[in-house]
């Protein structure tokens, strides 16, 4: 089942018809992007709703670290479900070509799909073992070769056209997804940032503003990630995705995709 949630433009429509009948003053400054609900307010989130910067991080931390980890092997299953063509059973979409293509083409060849490490692996060398090198709030079905011209590379705009990327760009220091897959990827990145927060053995993921972080456990750039969020915003395939995660697989949430303005509350 989706969780419902109220869409930023429904928000902005409410704040605008409470101006309107006098019930609240108009802003005069530049405010984050208005706030959205969903059925996990008053639930799963009702210790983080309310607060920001490193309250709310530190608070969403506790919240999300509380999971199911599944091994490296098991991603491959998991994926095919929480990947799945929503008008072809029979094939995953890929991140950053947007390319459906059969759950049975996974594996190491050209032509199949394999695990892409949003957050790279070797930025806080976290590998495959199980944790954050199998977390599937991360872990994407994705071109054999494209996830291989994205390699490790930190996010940034531009580049020249990344062969069968679907729009994404490469350059020698950073990767653009295509414009459909910015937002999610803004949003993956950030959850691990506050999921691994370097209490359980592994590294303090963390967003940085630069590109070329190499094997530091910094992604970057912030303020693109930023950008990206807002520019492109949950679609339900990726609510869908966090769903399944959360009744299915792991039982934890990303809460940039349930609350996309949490990432201007927090950086
Ligand atoms: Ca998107
Ligand atoms: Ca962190």
């Known amino acids: 089942m989706l969780a419902t949630r109220i869409r930023r433009w429904?928000?902005?429509?409410?704040?605008?018809?409470?101006?309107?009948?006098?019930l609240t003053a108009p802003a005069l400054t530049a405010t984050p992007a208005a706030a959205t609900t969903t059925a996990y307010d008053?639930?799963?989130?009702?210790?983080?709703?309310?607060?920001?910067?490193?309250?709310?991080k530190s608070s969403l931390h506790t919240i999300i670290s509380s999971q199911t980890k599944i091994s490296y092997s098991a991603v491959w299953n998991a994926l095919k479900v929480t990947d799945q063509d929503p008008n072809n059973s029979s094939n995953v979409i890929l991140l950053?070509?947007?390319v459906s293509r059969s759950k049975s083409l996974n594996g190491g060849d050209v032509g199949d799909w394999n695990r892409e490490h949003t957050w790279a692996k070797s930025h806080g060398d976290f590998g495959e073992v199980t944790g954050p090198g199998t977390d599937l709030h991360h872990l994407?079905?994705?071109d054999v070769q494209v996830n291989s011209t994205r390699g490790n590379l930190d996010f940034d705009n531009g580049g020249s056209t990344v062969t069968n990327g679907g729009g994404s760009l490469?350059?020698?220091d950073s990767f653009q997804p295509r414009a459909a897959d910015r937002g999610d990827v803004a949003r993956m990145i950030l959850y691990m940032a506050v999921r691994y927060e370097g209490d359980d053995g592994f590294a303090d993921l963390e967003p940085?503003?630069?590109?070329?972080?190499?094997?530091?456990p910094y992604m970057g750039k912030l303020s693109v990630l930023k950008a990206w969020n807002e520019a492109d915003p949950p679609s339900a395939f990726e609510e869908n995705r966090n769903q399944v995660i959360y009744d299915t697989y792991q039982h934890n949430r990303n809460p940039f995709i349930d609350h996309p303005e949490w990432v201007e509350a927090i950086w």
Not at 16 to 22: D, I, K, Q, R, S
Not at 42 to 56: D, E, I
């Open 140 to 142: 994407r079905a994705c």
């Open 96 to 98: 950053y070509s947007g």
């Open 170 to 172: 490469v350059d020698s």
């Open 10 to 22: 429904k928000s902005v429509a409410l704040a605008t018809a409470a101006v309107l009948v006098g």
């Open 42 to 56: 008053s639930t799963y989130y009702k210790n983080a709703v309310g607060k920001t910067g490193t309250s709310l």
């Open 208 to 216: 940085n503003e630069k590109v070329g972080n190499g094997s530091n």
